[in-house]
């Protein structure tokens, strides 16, 4: 971390900086440059508050050298982390190969999930996705079946031997979430860190989307709270950022995908339906997706779309599914693993 | 609103569609257009789910004539709401004339907050703000005095008659807000349904900020949020949006004053101290929002910016403050009150 | 086309308004809402100034419902323009398939050129890039060899067999182009329209980036003033657009691959190099791009970046570059070349 | 300037890029951290051509303290550039004080001009504008008057006794500009290098308007182009930049006034005509421009804006325009000129 003191700062000032930087038992190398003096602070500085240095009087400005973050860097943690599911009949993994995550945006009925479910099973999903509480931009809009959703999906997740994911919107919805495997906090939620706190302290695994303004580096202090509270289950996930490009809903970062994982050790899942919110946008992009690197690709598939009762416009069908499968496992033997 | 049909659409389908619309009570009125064909919806389309027309097979695009919103809209709310604070010693009213709310980032200590609410009270605060429950991007960060700072702001309120505001991240948090007269939901909880939905059932006036990347629309759609489920009293505060200019740590957004009072009869209030993060754009900006019409001033106030455990660069001295006032105070006066 | 009538507009206004449309020999159908009253403009209004519609004082707001342009749309040219260069000894085609576009950032000498040539043309790249006149945020950094580095180019391509193409930053410069293949426009002259028209008139192929905050539609208007001008020979290149997020030096969106093959007959072809600026990510989106249906990608090669005067933290080796060609275009065989 | 050494670097390396710092007379300073080696460079370090840097193999990353910038710079230029325009019947100067720059969009006839000259000049304009060519995103749309514009504007500007601007789009036009006294460079050409070199080598003041997507320091780096090629009249204009808000045509960035008052010493000078794009809006911005400190003030005034060929809907009356000025020169006298 560099310190670019004030031209004009007081010795006193200055002094009393350097005592507050050496009390957190970090080393300062000082710099005289022509026109600016310079504090290098020596150590690790991640969880140094930017914020009170910048408070300081003689302080003109702070630049971070090192990441402020500190668990879920790759630095400190060569290796992947892989995350398995083991209660489920077919045993998943996430972080190692490709994953897929599939299912309606929406659960809407028994019939509805587990017809899709066995569909979604048979063409090569490792995980069940389907939404029961919806946070929706309107309080006028459909916002999901909740707890009942939620036993349906669990109800159909076993009947096909898959393990399942739903998002939780508030840490109160915990108890009905006994029987899902994974948790999704969704891009509105990723800086509510009170619910990243209290998820922290779940033991099970949590899908963490990136907002839809934030940078690569607050989703990385975002997983930080979770781990640092306890959850070392963390998955993260690109669904698209908020650009002044209208045409796309949102614009899907796929450079994200080889970044984070420079970056982290953490497993990263691309969702394009809900980036690009264009039905024929999502199979470009999931094989773009694949052959990105990523760990996991995330769907909305839905063999009736006309009834669903949000998002249709992006869903695929299941044949759809199909296909992306078959090429995707294709482009990633073919590139050699999740690797380049 | 418009619906624009797939060229190629079937009969049935679009039979199906125009069944679906008018079971809402809704009529259609349909145009041939060289290569369209559209769908013009005739009624009041708030409550219409954008997301379940584009399902429809037949459906091209959807484009809305009319706003998503209905109870925040100016259109059937002609008259600009304002809010009184009774309680207090002094009579703060927001959205009429201009008020400042001042204070310190972080509650720091009984010494602190009375020490700063004595001089903002003297030179023209009408609300005495202070955080106790801060969000930050760190887990490593100060996280506030929580509820025992809550006390002390209370406190310091009563001791010189200044209602208060203060931010609330979680719901089970309200139990320590009995004695503070505003509760404030900041930028990252936004969109927060649930929160939003829980803060609807309180009787108290919500500080409703927009988020880092909340379009207009998307504010008032959480406005919408709180006053359906049975809250009406909100204030609406632009406090800087995201976009690429990184020199100030958001871009200030004063257009949206002007728009907001056009699209709806909320109070607009501006924070100059979050959005631009430089002390010395901190005045510049309070005037300007001054000039552009705000409804009032948010002001981060601290006379010993060095000891602040956040944000200490954007903090101003009370004596900066009362300038402040007095110069705002004057300019509202010269352009005739709030209207232009 | 919808116009959106003020509720409290007169009627000799709309008749004004009504008889400006029909000179123009479109017809109107008028529908009255319940709040609102809407003129749909039934005909091809791809020339109407939506400016001037808007500056009627009856007129609340314009929604188009086609698109505002015309010779690129897809609409009115179902078949892939495929664009030839028939000069080079090696027949290169660009708008099927998958064409490599690759060379060094800047020509910095005939040895440097020559090199890099003859790998690239081993190696499969079907074009030969190379900076000559430099487009540079600082007037101090280095501007290129010029129409020197233009000569040194041709050279180079000349003896490898390959066409060239290099940036052209004013058209005062387009005599030293003659022996150059294809003209590329750079992101900051994208709405450069003087410069536009002019390179219209030029009969050569030219590849149009997309500015850093141009959304697709803009891309396809300036690629309109091209082929309206009497050019009908433009590639599109996506090549990152600016955003929040400071990690990558832009955002490089590849859902732009699909959603231009949807709307538009043009070739579209990708940089990742410039759009990530980082070069461990290069190689991640050249086969995202390939695998999102690209018919060209472009990318910086050099063997001794170290001696780049520009941009050498993007650079790949040959050696990168020739598995980037393997796997790309494996990758497109198996997805069925560049259709899903 | 920082340099961020790659932890596994070569010495031969590293003495490589010592003695590439050292040949162009800059001092280094080694720091040693914990897991990072930096290397601190002292001096002048504007022309240091950071992407060169980067190319070193030995190089993780690069920051930088001091500006990229030197002649612009209010480090080295203490005192506020003045431009006055001396030929014109009344002496205006631009920045000290507020000058209004006034008049239409495009110039439409003789009649329109000189009509709306009168008017503008009569209510406290200090320059007359109008756009002879105009850059247009359609090459449907009306392109403007062009020479014979300019000489519309400029006569009008004579009988009433204000110097003129108006913008110019390509340097073949300068010979048209001899009775002009500003040229302005519109947003769209910011980063056409080549016209801001060429602009450089006339006299004349400049107006240089922000890119859409150009940061602060952009800005500042396209000016510095203008002034190294030896003019050094510049002013400086925030017209909006583009965001992810789509209510407003551009978001007006109004903190740019008082942080590039902080960097530069240029004039700066608001366009919120363009920036809203919404007539309601462009009074309450154009007094918030007046109250954060600006030099100037541009807008676009036309008492028949129905007949404007573009962008009428954003146009302000001539008695909307007194209005400002009236409101504008109080609140600068208020607030004590141009400075805080």
Redesign the interface.
């Given at each position: 971390m560099?310190i670019?003191l004030k031209n004009d700062s007081q010795k006193e000032d200055v002094d009393?900086l350097v005592r507050f930087i050496e009390a957190q038992e970090l080393k300062i190398?000082e710099?005289?440059?022509?026109?600016?003096r310079?504090l290098?602070i020596?150590?690790?500085t991640?969880?140094l508050?930017i914020?009170?240095l910048?408070?300081?009087?003689c302080?003109a400005?702070v630049?971070r050298?090192?990441e402020?973050?500190n668990l879920v860097s790759r630095?400190n943690h060569r290796d992947d982390t892989v995350i398995t599911l083991t209660e489920a009949a077919v045993k998943t993994q996430i972080g190692t190969g490709l994953t897929f995550i599939a299912g309606p945006c929406s659960i809407e009925s028994e019939e509805q999930i587990n017809s899709i479910a066995r569909k979604v099973a048979e063409y090569g999903a490792g995980i069940l996705r389907g939404g029961a509480y919806k946070?929706?931009?309107?309080?006028?809009?459909?916002q999901g079946l909740k707890n009942e959703g939620l036993r349906m999906l669990a109800d159909a997740g076993k009947s096909v031997g898959l393990p399942t994911i739903s998002e939780l919107?508030?840490?109160s919805q915990l108890e009905y979430f006994d029987d899902i495997d994974i948790i999704q906090i969704g891009a509105?939620?990723m800086?509510?860190?009170?619910?990243l706190?209290e998820i922290g302290a779940v033991k099970k695994p949590v899908l963490l989307k990136r907002?839809?303004?934030a940078?690569?580096?607050?989703l990385l202090?975002s997983a930080?709270?979770i781990i640092?509270?306890g959850n070392p289950n963390v998955i993260l996930c690109e669904r698209g950022?908020?650009?002044?490009?209208?045409?796309?809903r949102n614009?899907?970062?796929?450079?994200a995908?080889?970044?984070l994982k420079?970056k982290t050790h953490l497993p990263v899942v691309v969702d394009p339906s809900h980036?690009?919110g264009?039905e024929?946008?999502v199979?470009?992009?999931a094989?773009?997706?694949?052959?990105?690197?990523a760990h996991g690709i995330m769907l909305e598939v839905n063999d009736n779309?006309?009834?669903?009762?949000?998002?249709?416009?992006q869903?695929i069908s299941t044949e759809a599914f199909k296909t992306i499968v078959e090429?995707s496992k294709?482009?990633v033997e073919?590139?050699g693993g999740s690797k380049?």
């Open positions: 560099i670019i009393r190398n710099v005289d440059g022509t026109d600016r310079l290098c020596i150590g690790h991640y969880n508050d914020d009170i910048k408070s300081f009087k302080v400005d630049k050298i090192d402020p973050y630095e946070p929706r931009s309107s309080p006028y809009s459909f919107t508030e840490i509105r939620n800086q509510n860190y009170e619910l706190k907002g839809l303004s940078t690569i580096s607050e202090m930080e709270y640092s509270s950022i908020r650009t002044f490009e209208t045409a796309t614009t899907l970062d796929l450079s995908i080889p970044l420079l980036a690009t264009i024929e946008l199979s470009p992009m094989l773009a997706a694949a052959a990105a690197g779309p006309e009834q669903a009762l949000c998002d249709g416009q869903c090429k294709a482009i073919l590139i380049h």
